[in-house]
């Protein structure tokens, strides 16, 4: 099969952490995998498939994940397409909390409504305070995310809830929808 671009948009790096582990297991299983922030993209032209990805802030996608989908949706709806979404609403992984992620999602991708996407990847994120894109960040929204981290830790005794597991069975059965 020809090449799949996984691409992410983050503000402090968690999504990243979850884009490079989605490429792990696609190269596990021998595709063909290019990873880079949503905002480096130039072209997917390349691409047999697109793997996306985004965080949530206030309920919103990043605006990365948008400006991606005005960039490029004429191309992604000729090809393969998959969404995958890192917040905090799921870290208990139930009905309420998918219906009202898939809800925030849909507020974007609805306006895409030629993109017909293969799967739809809900898992639960991080407050992340070491990373390059989290140095990056503006002192304001670095106290928010510090703060925050702090008031988890205190309160659940973490502030990380990724399942590297079910991120790894999500980029598994990926490969036969993208291929
Ligand atoms: C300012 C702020 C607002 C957030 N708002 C939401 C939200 O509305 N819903 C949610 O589920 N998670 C929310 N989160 C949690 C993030 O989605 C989660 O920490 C995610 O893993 C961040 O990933 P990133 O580092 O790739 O941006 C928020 C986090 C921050 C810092």
Same mark, same amino acid.
């Given at each position: 099969?020809?090449?799949?671009?996984?691409?992410?948009?983050?503000?402090?790096?968690?999504?990243?952490? &979850?884009?490079?582990?989605?490429?792990? @297991?696609? #190269?596990? $299983? !021998?595709?063909?995998?290019?990873? +880079?922030?949503?905002?480096?993209?130039?072209?997917?032209?390349?691409?047999?498939?697109?793997?996306?990805?985004?965080?949530?802030?206030?309920?919103?996608?990043?605006?990365?994940?948008?400006?991606?989908?005005?960039?490029?949706?004429?191309?992604?709806?000729?090809?393969?397409?998959?969404?995958? &979404?890192?917040?905090?609403?799921?870290? @208990?992984? #139930?009905? $309420? !909390?998918?219906?009202e992620t898939? +809800?925030?999602?849909?507020?974007?991708?609805?306006?895409?409504?030629?993109?017909?996407?293969?799967?739809?990847?809900?898992?639960?994120?991080?407050?992340?305070?070491?990373s390059d894109?989290?140095?990056?960040?503006?002192?304001?929204?670095?106290?928010?995310?510090?703060?925050?981290?702090?008031?988890?830790?205190?309160?659940?005794?973490?502030?990380?809830?990724?399942?590297?597991?079910?991120?790894?069975?999500?980029?598994?059965?990926?490969?036969?929808?993208?291929?």
């Amino acid at each position: 099969m020809g090449k799949v671009l996984v691409a992410y948009s983050t503000w402090a790096g968690a999504t990243h952490q &979850v884009a490079e582990e989605i490429v792990k @297991e696609l #190269n596990k $299983k !021998n595709l063909q995998v290019n990873i +880079a922030a949503a905002k480096d993209v130039k072209t997917i032209s390349e691409y047999q498939a697109v793997v996306l990805g985004t965080s949530i802030h206030a309920g919103q996608m990043t605006g990365d994940f948008k400006k991606f989908l005005k960039r490029f949706y004429k191309d992604l709806a000729t090809k393969k397409t998959a969404f995958f &979404v890192v917040c905090f609403n799921m870290i @208990e992984d #139930n009905d $309420k !909390n998918r219906v009202e992620t898939l +809800a925030w999602l849909n507020k974007t991708i609805s306006k895409f409504s030629d993109i017909k996407p293969v799967s739809i990847g809900l898992f639960a994120g991080a407050a992340v305070t070491e990373s390059d894109e989290f140095n990056r960040l503006n002192v304001l929204i670095k106290k928010l995310i510090e703060s925050m981290k702090k008031s988890m830790d205190a309160e659940r005794g973490k502030s990380d809830f990724r399942e590297w597991e079910k991120i790894h069975a999500w980029a598994t059965e990926l490969v036969e929808k993208i291929s």
